[in-house]
């Protein structure tokens, strides 16, 4: 099962960037789709971006032009920067597998807040 541990959140002002990582184990990235997710108060988790292993990329409308979703696998790293960061970007940040099979239990995300 794929096991994931996200960092990289904070505190940043409106119109800043931050660079979130996720470290993978229990399966081989270069074997696994993976994608960014969030999920703010009172709202539903939902996909921010996705990579394939092939190297595609995917972007939720709200996000598409600001985040870009990249891979590491040397370092089992998946990366998403965030640049032009709104305050409705605010949220808990996740990443895992695509596949659900795949999944282990669902890390403790890292908290973004986009506030001036």
């Known amino acids: 099962q794929v096991r994931v541990v996200e960092s990289g959140g904070g505190l940043v002002q409106p119109g800043g960037s931050l660079r979130l990582s996720c470290v993978v184990s229990?399966?081989?990235?270069?074997?696994?789709?993976m994608g960014w997710y969030r999920q703010a108060p009172g709202k539903q988790r939902e996909l921010v971006a996705s990579?394939?292993?092939?190297?595609?990329?995917n972007y939720a409308d709200s996000v598409k032009g600001r985040f870009t979703i990249s891979r590491d696998n040397a370092k089992n790293t998946v990366y998403l920067q965030m640049n032009s960061l709104k305050p409705e970007d605010t949220a808990v940040y996740y990443c895992?597998?695509?596949?659900?099979?795949?999944?282990?239990?669902w890390g403790q995300g890292t908290q973004v807040t986009v506030s001036s």
């Open positions: 895992h597998a695509q596949v659900i099979f795949l999944r282990g239990p």
């Open positions: 229990g399966r081989s990235l270069s074997a696994t789709d």
């Open positions: 990579i394939t292993v092939g190297g595609s990329t």
